[in-house]
């Protein structure tokens, strides 16, 4: 029962991206949302990205020299273990777990509300393409502004780190700095960029489907929005597992 | 004009429109009138295109809307202006972007031509000085004038209106009843609303249609509405309390006369 619910959905989702993914019936209108939409879901979310990445690097730094109490162990390991794990998970799987809730929930409680008061239908008479005017400047602006939040998820989180060498004895600002520059290996930024692309397109679109398919009324709407939250969090846990094997191993 | 024949539509086991067929004119006003869960937003939504009927006939001046390719009934779309029961407007835009909205996706006018366009058409709905309002930031009754203003502005062919005095107070109606039946006739627009509102079809009710249960029962204007021999139409229209009294009224004194 819930595979063949599973299948339908995964079907549906399937015809509707075929749908969004569509030429735009105006390119000049296309571009216009599309930079809308990197200034509503992208650059609104900047504050938020920095809030979390500095307190979490904060954290990652003291928990890291906590545990890592082996005298054997070099003290700059500390800023190495910190930096890789902000590259290689927190600035892009948790990162975008925390945008699911932000950014999917936003984008299904308007898409959804405009099902409801049927602004979807008035695009679909006038002969729009709704799924295409609606959803595709979110995708498309989403996935293009992601790196860039996770760039500053990267530098705000390492800036975390540094606050505690520099406001507290736990470790030394010279140990850290030389930690989070050690065997550095350039493939996890791209490992990270790569997945972050692949999150914000499932966050964008799964968000969008489930708006786009309300039914009813305000509660459903509410509903749509816990749906794309968890079901765009368990897609992005999913892809993480798989995404890593590929491109890691 | 718009003509249904034979149109019978089903969800799930239960038929809601059962062999309907109609004939809707250009350059009237034509109600469908019935009570509530009688078919008529099925109707409505079959003849759109939004419901797809399992078997009759749609024909949009001849041309079948059952038998167009997706491509064609894009292009039929462009012909139609709707108005829906909540407005339908874009929260997102103004009162002038929501009626310039049509103009930019669909026509080659310049933006100069689409802001004398938008408020040509919001100024044939009285409604100027709001342009730059947002609908959350105007009254119902404006609504439905943005909508409508909305509507005309590609200069329709047909215009569906689907319950538009709903949520008005019953003199805001009046307006709206006289703006659409004005624009159908001054434009030559085939127009259909979805109504229960008595006064409207006393109003503007020039070809009307009522449905019982997803029958056509009846086909008239609003001059041979009251003298219908129809049980269930005569049930319809003396439903109010304000025409039921009036009935009663008439019958005693017509008697004591």
Known sequence: ?249 | MIEVKNVTKSFDDKTILHDVSAKFYTGKTNLIIGQSGSGKTVLMKSIIGLVRPEQGEILYDGRNLLDMKERQVKELRKEIGMLFQGSALFDSETVLGNVMFPLMMFTGMSRAEQLDRARFCLERVNLQGAENKYPSEISGGMQKRVAIARAIALNPRYLFCDEPNSGLDPKTSILIDELLHDITHEYNITTIINTHDMNSVLGIGENIIFLNKGHREWVGDKDKIFTTANEALNEFVFATRLFQEVKDYIIEHGQKG
């Open chain 1, 1 to 249: 029962m819930i595979l063949t619910k599973s299948l339908e959905q995964f079907g549906r989702y399937c015809v509707f991206m075929r749908r969004t993914f569509a030429l735009p019936d105006r390119w000049s209108v296309f571009g216009r949302r599309t930079v809308t939409e990197i200034s509503k879901l992208g650059i609104d979310s900047i504050p938020l990205v920095i809030i979390i990445s500095l307190f979490i690097g904060a954290v990652c730094t003291i928990q890291m020299k906590l545990n890592t109490t082996n005298p054997l162990m070099p003290a700059y390991s500390v800023g190495l273990a910190t930096r890789d794990i902000v590259l290689l998970e927190f600035s892009n799987s948790i990162l975008c777990l925390i945008l699911a809730g932000k950014v999917g929930s936003n984008i299904a409680s308007e898409i959804g509300t405009m099902r409801v008061t049927e602004q979807i239908d008035a695009l679909d008479i006038m002969g729009v393409n709704s799924a295409n005017y609606l959803v595709l400047p979110k995708v498309v602006g989403f996935v293009l502004f992601m790196p860039v939040l996770g760039v500053f998820c990267i530098g705000t989180s390492l800036l975390g780190g540094w606050c505690v060498a520099a406001f507290t004895d736990i470790i030394s600002i010279a140990r850290y700095t030389y930690g989070i520059q050690a065997y550095f290996t350039e493939w996890y930024v791209w490992y990270g960029l790569i997945k972050s692309l692949v999150f914000a397109f499932i966050i964008a679109s799964v968000a969008s489907y489930w708006g786009y398919y309300v039914k009813g009324g305000a509660l459903q709407v509410g509903k749509a929005s816990t749906n794309a939250v968890v079901s765009s969090s368990i897609l992005i846990l999913l892809f993480d597992v798989i995404l890593t094997k590929l491109l890691l191993q």
